[in-house]
Antibody, heavy 123, light 111 residues
């Protein structure tokens, strides 16, 4: 069965960096686009970034552009989110999610989600 | 770009049907068939229940259905059950530099 397991969250001071990881299993990771979606405490969902199945394309939403970078290592079945210059408003549970579109396609819906990892940005 | 607009809450009795609306613009819902819906129980990850406006993933009850008209998408849940009590989020591709936009979420209470 499909499993996505995030790690790397924690408490970090404003301006510092953090790297999140998401280990995938139960499907052909190298054939699937992957996303990061976040949810601030008590708030709604916010899409963060997408990366194509082969890493050839990656897009980030405006609020994190230039600070966050999505990447992947298909040899390790692992998705990453490098977060720099963190701000208090980045405090959220970060979910990795599998792209639900057809193999190698990106249709911007998410058919499997991890359990999430909490990032708290506070001094 | 603002979030898609959903009612903050809806309620219904067991066995009844409810509909949750999701209003966007001609730049998102109105332009693409890439509307999806997610169910989220407290403390849990979201679960996909509708994609591409009206398609149901394998394993999702046929009590859930989706539709779209103009700039507004809708999720209908028929035969309400206690387990349907959860938060529901709509989502649409929007292109530009935002790419994906979610609704603010609707809390469904089963009376």
């Amino acid at each position: 069965q499909v499993q996505l397991v995030e790690s790397g969250g924690g408490v970090v001071q404003p301006g510092r960096s953090l790297r999140l990881s998401c280990v995938a299993s139960g499907f052909t990771f190298s054939s699937s686009g992957m996303h990061w979606v976040r949810q601030a405490p008590g708030k709604g969902l916010e899409w963060v970034a997408v990366i194509w199945y082969d890493g050839s394309n990656k897009y980030h939403t405006d609020s994190v552009k230039g600070r966050f970078t999505i990447s992947r290592d298909n040899s390790k079945n692992t998705l990453y989110l490098e977060m720099n210059s963190l701000r208090p408003e980045d405090t959220a549970v970060y979910y990795c999610a599998r792209e639900g579109g057809r193999i190698t396609m990106i249709e911007y819906f998410f058919d499997y989600w991890g359990q999430g990892t909490l990032v708290t940005v506070s001094s | 770009q603002s979030a898609l607009t959903q009612p903050a809450s809806v309620s219904g009795s067991p066995g009844q049907s409810i509909t949750i609306s999701c209003t966007g613009t001609s730049s998102d819902i109105g332009s693409y068939k890439l509307v999806s819906w997610y169910q989220q129980h407290p403390g849990k990850a979201p679960k996909l229940i509708i994609y591409e406006v009206s398609k149901r993933p394998s394993g999702v009850s046929n009590r859930f259905s989706g539709s779209k008209s103009g700039n507004t998408a809708s999720l209908t849940i028929s035969g309400l059950q206690a387990e349907d009590e959860a938060d529901y989020y709509c989502c649409s591709y929007t292109g530009g530099s935002i790419y994906v936009i979610f609704g603010g979420g609707t809390k469904l209470t089963v009376l």
